[in-house]
């Protein structure tokens, strides 16, 4: 799935593919990222090395999504069906009594585990949103804001429709959408970018694509 990123107030655009985040496979964690910066033309590094434009990543037609990029600590939950409880990682690492992410372990001992437990092949992928670099309102901080799911038996990414009704159903926060519909131009998406819902400040915008299988696995159980 590619995600285009584009930051507020770094003049930075990054085109991710994939996240930044740990989770678990077997009883390893897994680091998943790419992050590339946004070219509208070829980029010679070096004579041996030339960066390829890569604003082909959504074409026009393509349904996204455009929400609020939060700066917040990467975070990730997943049910472990042997152990029946939730873990917890941050960036890095398993979250544990030495390593909390400052409130992170003790929000998701607090977590209702039921939700989890119908999707165990799932890893649940947010953003801890506590205080860091952009200012936000005082009553945004200390929530969970869960924004992406991956299924690790099929090895991939849930679409957006699921991630926004499981959030729904289940009271999580899900970040501010500013858009969703079909990827008209680069400027369309940048008209998005300063429009801050959580306080005075913006970090920047998340925009994905809806991959076509994801009319299929919008449940909720």
């Given amino acids: 799935m590619f995600t285009l990123t584009i930051t507020i107030g770094y003049d930075i655009i990054l ?3 994939g996240y930044a985040y740990g989770w678990i496979e077997g009883n390893k964690i897994k680091h998943y990222i790419e992050i590339q910066r946004l070219r509208t033309q070829d980029v010679v590094v070096d004579d ?24 917040g600590a990467n975070s990730s939950i997943y049910y472990d069906k042997k152990l029946d409880r939730l873990r917890c990682f941050s960036s890095k690492n398993e979250l544990d009594f ?14 209702d585990k039921e939700p989890f437990i119908k999707y165990p092949n799932y890893i649940f992928f ?8 952009v200012i ?5 901080y200390n929530k969970w804001y869960l924004f992406s799911v991956y299924d690790t038996v099929l090895g991939r990414w849930l679409s957006q429709d699921f991630v926004k009704k499981f959030a729904e159903k ?5 970040p501010h959408e500013l858009y969703y519909g079909p ?4 400027n369309h998406c940048l008209s998005f970018a300063n429009a801050p819902a959580y306080g005075t400040q913006q970090e920047g915008i998340v925009i ?14």
């Fill in 15 to 17: 085109l991710t593919n």
């Fill in 48 to 71: 041996t090395l030339t960066l390829e434009k890569n604003t082909d990543a959504f074409i026009q037609g393509d349904i996204i999504s455009i929400t609020e990029k939060i700066d």
């Fill in 98 to 111: 030495s390593n909390q992410l400052r409130g992170f372990l003790t929000y998701v001992e607090s977590l």
């Fill in 126 to 133: 947010g953003e801890w949103l506590v205080s860091h670099t």
């Fill in 136 to 140: 936000y309102d005082d009553s945004n």
């Fill in 170 to 174: 289940y009271d999580f926060c899900y």
């Fill in 183 to 186: 990827f008209i131009s680069w």
């Fill in 208 to 221: 994905k694509i809806r991959l076509h299988w994801s009319r299929r696995e919008v449940r909720i159980y």
